[in-house]
């Protein structure tokens, strides 16, 4: 399992969970419930009714608390069991609960901590250059392995080929080639990061690279856990994805999008998927009978791959615990068309 511990993974869309119903959600091979309480407040908790295993998440809500579709076994949002019908109202209610998760609300999403060495959260989720503008969300299911869709962001080669009069692209008719540009590619990699910026060819490395608060012309960023920053600026283009890995051949996507520039900061919740994500997922989706089964003998790879592959080997060596807690960084430099 590609789940890399003691981070935040999206819950949810703050405003897909209500307070009338509860609302099932899965996290790498683990199944949690989330709900909100009388006052609103967002809990989690594990997926499962102490008394017979049933999901909690197939019962209602009930005075703040959430009830078993059962037996009606009742708990609080801290998993503490509250009331069994079964016992009556002159009995007193055994010590009972179920496990309950660190759960934060933050830019318009329900987040949960995944624990590994760090039973307590050590941070809280940042979400970066979100500061401002009319942005849109959108949740899906990829049947892909999580880190072709990390790299798949990181990919500048394929846009022009994947995304037919969505990126900039000269190709008239289906199955032309389209007009490639070459540019020099600058990779900084770091023990949490990978940045991709392309440069006019020829032209100087830049002393300082963008960053999501200074995107300047715009930039490709992996961050961990799982996210991609893909910011066009000169595109007008925001986009941040947060993946949650489900099993070896499945993702969950919470996608979000600029869509306009204002001085207040507003989510919007869209159902559906956008063209461009449909293009990348269809794509990636195909690929999935190679992934996994001794991808070395099956993929080779060309210099434009730098960055993908950078991305592969840091949360490999993170999960392989052989990552190093220093900051250092390295650069990759390569020219390439795209």
């Known amino acids: ?14 405003s897909q969970l209500s307070d009338t119903e509860p609302t099932a959600i899965q996290i790498g091979s683990d199944f949690y419930v989330a709900f909100r309480d009388h006052k609103h407040e967002a809990h989690i908790l594990l997926d499962r009714c102490c008394h017979r295993g049933v999901k909690l998440s197939l019962g209602n ?17 801290n998993g503490k069991l509250v009331s069994v019908p079964s016992l009556g109202a002159e009995s007193s209610v055994p010590g009972y609960s179920v496990p309950s998760f660190p759960t934060i609300e933050k830019y318009q999403y329900v987040w949960i901590w995944v624990a590994g060495e760090q039973a307590e959260p050590n941070h809280e989720p940042v979400l970066r250059g979100v500061d401002s503008g009319s942005w849109i969300q959108q949740s ?8 072709p869709a990390v790299e798949n962001q990181l990919d500048v080669a ?14 008239t008719s289906p199955g032309e080639i389209p007009t490639l540009r070459k540019a020099d590619y600058i990779c900084e990699i770091d023990h949490k990061s990978v ?24 930039f490709g960023l992996f961050e961990l856990p799982y996210r991609n920053y893909v ?5 007008g283009v925001r986009a941040i994805y947060n993946w949650v890995p489900l099993s070896a051949s499945s993702c969950r996507l919470e996608f979000l999008m600029r869509s306009k520039e204002s001085d207040a900061l507003v989510f919007n919740f869209q159902h559906g998927e956008l063209e461009l994500l449909s293009q990348d997922r269809i794509l990636l989706e195909s690929a999935q009978h190679w992934f996994g ?17 950078a991305a592969r080997k840091l949360v490999k060596s993170l999960l392989d615990g052989s990552v190093c807690g220093h900051e250092e960084k390295r650069r990759i430099t390569y020219s390439a068309f795209a």
Request: glycine residues 12%; charged residues 15%.
């Open 1 to 14: 399992m590609m789940l890399i511990k003691d981070q935040w993974y999206v819950a949810c869309p703050s």
């Open 61 to 77: 809500l009930r005075n703040g608390c959430i009830a078993c579709g059962y037996h009606g076994w009742e708990y609080n949002g």
């Open 140 to 147: 899906a299911i990829w049947n892909t392995h999580v880190m």
């Open 158 to 171: 394929h846009t022009a080929f994947a995304h037919p009069g969505i990126y900039p692209t000269h190709r």
């Open 195 to 218: 940045l991709v910026v392309g440069t006019p060819v020829g032209s100087d490395i830049p002393d300082v690279l963008p960053t999501p608060e200074h995107p300047g012309s715009g």
């Open 231 to 235: 910011f066009l600026e000169n595109e």
């Open 293 to 309: 089964q001794g991808i070395e003998t099956y993929e080779k790879s060309v210099l434009p791959d730098g960055a993908p592959l």
